[in-house]
C-alpha cells in the first residue's frame, strides 16, 4: 500500500520521519523547551527592565535622529539630576545615585566574577555533569556597603558562608564579609484604611525563605567616626533603650527588661560608653523614680563618681560596704518577691514599685580579687541570687569585667544578655557571646587597640543568629556632669528592709530549691 504521508528528513539523523510524530512529539518537545527558556529569562529581565529599557530607547533615539540628540538628551538628564542632588539630595541619593551604583557594582564587580569565585570558594557544587552555583538575586547599595542577596543550592546551609567569608571578602576586594541567614529587614507597621490588604501583601514578601543568604560586603568601615551622645529621652523605653550605631547606620536599642547585662572588654576598649550610655538613656526614669541606680565601682571610684548625683547608693571605697549593698539588694528582691508570689509573674516598673540597677564597674573585684574568703564568698552568693532570680523581679545587674577567662566565668552563663568589646584572644570570643559567635563573624579579637577604635563591639540581636557589629555613643565628662545635674536622683530614703539570710560563718552554702543544681554545686565547691 503507498503511502502518501509527507516525510521530514532531520539532516544530523537522516530519518525519514511521519507528519504525525513531528505534530505531536517534536514540536510540542520544542514549544516546551522555548517555553522553559522563557520563564528562566523573565527574572533576568524584570531584574533589568530598567537597563534594557535605556539601552533600547538609547538605540532608537540614535536610529531615528542621530548621535547629537543623544548627546543633548543625556546633558539635559545630567543637569536634571545636579538640580535634583542639590535641592533634594536625600531623594536623590534614594532614587538615582544609590540605584545607579547598584547596578555598577553588579554588573562589574559580582555578576563579572560570580562564578569564578563561588568555583574558588568552594560554594559551587558539580552535579550530573554541570556546574551548579549559587545564584546571586539582588545587589543593594548603601553608601558604606554592598548587599548581596543569593539562593543557595539544595544541600548547602549558611554555615558552608559563614566559614568562607573571609575567602568571599577578598574575592571581591573588600576586606570585610557578613553573612547573614536571615532577613535583614522586618516587616513595617501597618496601620489605616489598607492595612488589612498590606498586611496580606507582607506576609508573602516577607515568608521565611531558608535558601536565601545576605552577604554584606563593607567598601568602607561606617564606625570609624566617633559617635555622639544621645539625646536623653523624656521617658525611657526599657525594651529599646538606644546605646550605639550599627554597621548599616541603624541604631542599637538595647532590651534591659528583664534581663541581665554583662560587658567585656580588654583594657580601654570602651567600656565605660557602654555604660554612660545605658545610663544616660535612663537618666529621665532616675530623676522621676522610676529607676534607681546603685553603683559598686571596683576601680576606686574613677569611673563613676564622676555621675555620683545619679546612683540613689554608690560605694567604691571598701569590700564590706560593697558587699553589705549587695545583701540589702537581696534583701529588696526578697520582699518584692513575697509581694509578687501569686499576682504576677514579670515586674512591671511603677513609682512605688521602681526598677533598680546594680552597676558593677570591674566585677572581678568582687568575685575573684578580695582577699577575705567571707566576704569573696558572700558576694558570689549575693550575686548569684540576683542573677538567678532578679531579672523577672526588677532588679537588674549591668557588670563590666576585663578577662572572662577567670573566677567570673561560672557567673557569666546567668547573664542573658552579653557585649563583647576589644577582646586579646580569639578563644574569649565564645566565651562572651557563646560558641560558634567568632565564626558567624564576632571577630572581636580583630578590633584594633588605636584609641580611634574605643567603643565599637559586637552585640547579638534578638531577630538573628549573627553577631552584629556596633559603636557605642560617647558621652564626654563635661555631658555627664551636666546630666548629673539634670537628672540627680531625688532625695528620697531607702525603705529599710532585713537583708536576706545570707550565711556569713557557715563553711558550706546550702541555696533554697530555687537555684539550679550547677549552681548549687558551683558555690557547694567555691565555699569549700
Known sequence: MKNNAPLVNFRRLSIPTPWWLVMWVVIPYLLWK???????????????????????????????????????????????????????????????????????????????????????????????????????????CTFAADEILLRMPRGQ???????????????????????????????????????????????????????????????????????????????????????????????FRLRLLATHLLIVGATRAGKGSVQWSLIRALASGVRSGLVRLWGIDGKGGVELSIGRELFSRYEYTDAAPMVAMLDELVGIMRARQDRMQGNIRVHTPTLDEPLYVLVVDELLALVALLLDVELRNRARAALALLLTQGAGLGVLVVASTQDPRKEVVELRDFFPTRIAMRLNEPNQVDLVLGDGARNRGALADQIPADPSMRGVGYVVLDDRPEPARVRFAYVTDDEIRAMAQTYATPPFPEPVRKPTAVPHRRAVYRPGPLLPDSLTDFLDGEAA
Open 34 to 140: 522555548a517555553m522553559r527558556a522563557l520563564v528562566k529569562l523573565l527574572p533576568v529581565i524584570g531584574r533589568n527592565w530598567r537597563s534594557l529599557a535605556l539601552a533600547i530607547g538609547a538605540s532608537w533615539l540614535w536610529h531615528r535622529h542621530g548621535w547629537i540628540w543623544l548627546v543633548l538628551v543625556l546633558v539635559v538628564a545630567a543637569g536634571l539630576g545636579g538640580l535634583w542632588w542639590w535641592r533634594w539630595r536625600r531623594s536623590c541619593e534614594r532614587f538615582i545615585v544609590l540605584p545607579l551604583l547598584a547596578w555598577w557594582r553588579r554588573l562589574f564587580v559580582y555578576a563579572l566574577h560570580w562564578r569564578e569565585a563561588m568555583t574558588v570558594c568552594r560554594l559551587a557544587e558539580r552535579f550530573d555533569g554541570r556546574l551548579i552555583v549559587p545564584k546571586l538575586l539582588r545587589v543593594r
Open 157 to 251: 546551609n549558611p554555615e558552608l558562608y559563614h566559614r568562607a567569608a573571609a575567602n568571599l571578602a577578598y574575592s571581591f576586594d573588600a576586606r570585610v564579609c557578613r553573612v547573614y541567614s536571615g532577613r535583614r529587614t522586618n516587616p513595617p507597621a501597618r496601620s489605616g484604611r489598607w492595612a488589612p490588604l498590606l498586611r496580606v501583601v507582607d506576609r508573602v514578601r516577607f515568608q521565611d525563605r531558608p535558601r536565601l543568604v545576605w552577604l554584606v560586603f563593607l567598601r568602607r568601615d561606617p564606625l570609624r567616626r566617633i559617635v555622639p551622645a544621645f539625646p536623653v529621652p523624656d521617658e525611657p523605653d526599657l525594651t529599646a533603650l538606644p546605646l550605639a550605631v550599627r554597621e548599616d547606620l541603624e541604631t
